[in-house]
């Protein structure tokens, strides 16, 4: 099978991950924090040694303020409820997800906030100017996927960071496209609060993901209950990682995430981009060469992207490209919105959306060709 779909979760994970979990399950997975017998102790180290693993890979100091969420789509929706409140205004842009957009419709709808979605460039980038130009007084908060997982542009999250710090405003960058793959470093790029997932390019298992806070930042917070601390008390604990971490965590997932990012440190993220790149440069080639029969969008060259390629083959609907991937040449592709109908409209591709491919650290130079074999097939069918 070719699995083309690791935008929306990486398939396989290092072998190291299947064992960690495998090993954790069986020996270690009693309640952290709760109890004090040794397999509670064990449970509980493992989730600090990975609290501390992330909170270094992002380069953040202030290690409880990383707390675990069930995905990015958790972290964000915790973020953003956690940070505004009536008048606020928010700068956000057509590029994002709807774990971002719709939060921020709903508290928009409801009131609460004002927000402007930025337009990106025909290429798909977001200009910093653009986003200086459009805080105002009120504006609390800047939310920017540092990647679209439509069209894989890398967006100049320091730049904008930089613009936010400089103004007072809160920016919180969605890095669901990009921990694991590109370097953050939530200092360098002035940012305050990251939202990430464990089980894309971390190499996680699907149910881990996490959210960073900067210190001394408040967040407001809707779970409540036990979290082995203080259970003398009748309120939550408000110290992190509890205030935001309530009930019993997805420990067999962090200690596979634990593996996930010890893979990566290991490989060397530099290694894990550069060969992505090379699979993207030989697939955009393929396309570039072939624009009689396939449309591209975002950008044909590599500069400022990752692996996501979003393309159509011509008169053909997405989905049904897709189906046939799957059922004649066992290849895992997703077409549609991919969860992102803003960035269609600006492409001109909504309602029906693209195909997309995401290739990760497992596809190789032959798996794109084969591909690239199919598609040749289909579109001349
Ligand atoms: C840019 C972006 N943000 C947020 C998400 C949501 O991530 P999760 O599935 O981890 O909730 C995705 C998922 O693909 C994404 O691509």
């Given at each position: 099978m070719l699995y083309f779909d690791n935008t929306a979760t990486t398939f396989p994970k290092p072998e190291s991950v299947y064992k960690a979990m495998d090993e954790f399950m069986r020996h270690s997975a009693a309640n952290p924090g709760r109890s004090g017998h040794k397999m509670s102790i064990i449970a509980e180290q493992a989730v600090t040694e990975t609290r501390n693993l992330l909170a270094k890979f992002f380069n953040a100091r202030n290690v409880s303020n990383l707390v675990f969420t069930l995905n990015t789509t958790d972290a964000l929706n915790i973020a953003i409820k956690g940070v505004l409140s009536s008048g606020d205004h928010v700068i956000t842009s057509c590029l994002e997800h709807n774990s971002v957009s719709r939060p921020l419709q709903r508290l928009k709808r409801d009131g609460i906030i004002s927000v402007d979605f930025l337009k990106a460039s025909t290429d798909g980038f977001i200009a910093p100017a653009d986003v200086k130009n459009a805080i105002k007084s009120n504006t609390r908060l800047i939310v920017l996927t540092?990647?679209?997982?439509?069209?894989?542009t890398i967006q100049p999250i320091k730049e904008i960071g930089r613009i936010a710090r400089d103004h007072g405003v809160l920016f919180l960058v969605d890095a669901a496209q990009t921990a694991g793959v590109l370097p953050i470093d939530v200092e360098e790029d002035f940012i305050d609060m990251l939202a990430f997932p464990g089980h894309k390019a971390l190499f996680g298992p699907p149910g881990t993901g996490g959210l960073w806070t900067r210190q001394g930042l408040v967040i407001g917070y809707f779970r409540e209950g036990g979290t082995g601390k203080d259970s003398q008390s009748e309120i939550h604990p408000a110290e992190m990682p509890y205030r935001l971490e309530a009930g019993t965590p997805n420990t067999v997932g962090i200690a596979g995430l634990n593996a996930g990012v010890k893979f990566i440190l290991n490989e060397g993220i530099k290694k894990i981009h550069a060969h992505e790149l090379a699979l993207t440069k030989r697939l955009l080639e393929f396309f570039t060469a072939n624009k009689d029969k396939f449309t591209l969008y975002g950008p044909a060259d590599c500069a400022n992207r990752l692996s996501t390629i979003s393309f159509n083959v011509k008169n053909m609907p997405p989905e049904e490209v897709s189906a046939v991937l799957d059922n004649s040449f066992d290849t895992a592709s997703r077409s549609g919105l991919h969860c992102a109908p803003l960035v269609h409209k600006h492409i001109g591709t909504f309602p029906e959306g693209t195909l997309r491919f995401g290739l990760g650290y497992f596809n190789t130079a032959e798996e794109v060709d084969k591909v690239a074999r199919a598609l040749e097939e289909i579109a001349s069918a």
């Open positions: 540092h990647c679209s997982n439509v069209l894989g």
